[in-house]
């Protein structure tokens, strides 16, 4: 009993559990090691983030959580067999159904950033036709490795917090990119407050 307590614990304190994220599995603890992992989602399945004490420790799981929420969001959900459509001269795909209205699309980024942020990104990143939300069919992103960013606390609040990051490229090669990030709480919770198309 002593040991799962520990571990939820440890868990809880770092951060690293988000609601539907599956459940805490922990490999058996020997002295005071306890070795965690958090079970992964499936794409588009990713519950909001519960991260409520941040630290240059927290915000690393914040962020590859967002980011998860980003790659889905920007590649229409599941885009095989999306339909596509020409528009002003560029080819469109529409979203798959769970992110198929503004308010669904909306509702699924809320799940890492703020509504501002998350409005923003809808605004300026999707079309919205015949009710339906639809994107240029291109592939976005940057290939940085959030998972194995350093973080730098610039300044907090109990409300607002700013942070600076060093993230490795995805390749691997060359210099780490410097990432500001802010972020703000809500209703009782971490989220970021920019919109995913700029950090990622």
Request: no cysteine; aromatic share 8%; hydrophobic share 40%.
């Amino acid at each position: 009993m002593k040991k799962k307590w520990l571990i939820g614990s440890l868990a809880l304190s770092l951060g690293l559990v988000s609601a539907g994220s599956g459940a805490l599995a922990a490999a058996p603890v020997t002295g005071s090691t306890a070795v965690k992992t958090v079970a992964a989602s499936l794409p588009g399945k990713e519950g909001p983030a519960t991260i409520n004490n941040l630290t240059e420790r927290s915000i690393i799981p914040l962020l590859v959580h967002a980011k998860k929420l980003y790659t889905y969001a920007s590649g229409a959900g599941n885009t095989y067999g999306s339909e596509k459509f020409d528009y002003n001269g560029l080819e469109y795909r529409y979203l798959t159904s769970d992110l198929g209205t503004k308010q669904q699309l909306m509702n699924y980024i809320k799940r890492g950033f703020t509504h501002n942020a998350a409005a923003f990104y809808a605004q300026t990143q999707f079309l919205e036709m015949k009710g339906r939300m639809a994107q240029v069919n291109a592939d976005v992103g940057n290939h940085l490795q959030f998972d194995k960013a350093t973080a730098k606390m610039v300044s907090k609040t109990a409300t607002t917090a700013v942070f600076e990051l060093s993230v490795p490229q995805g390749s691997g090669q060359g210099e780490n990119a410097d990432v500001v990030v802010k972020l703000k709480k809500v209703n009782g919770y971490w989220r970021i407050d920019m919109s995913p198309d700029t950090l990622f």
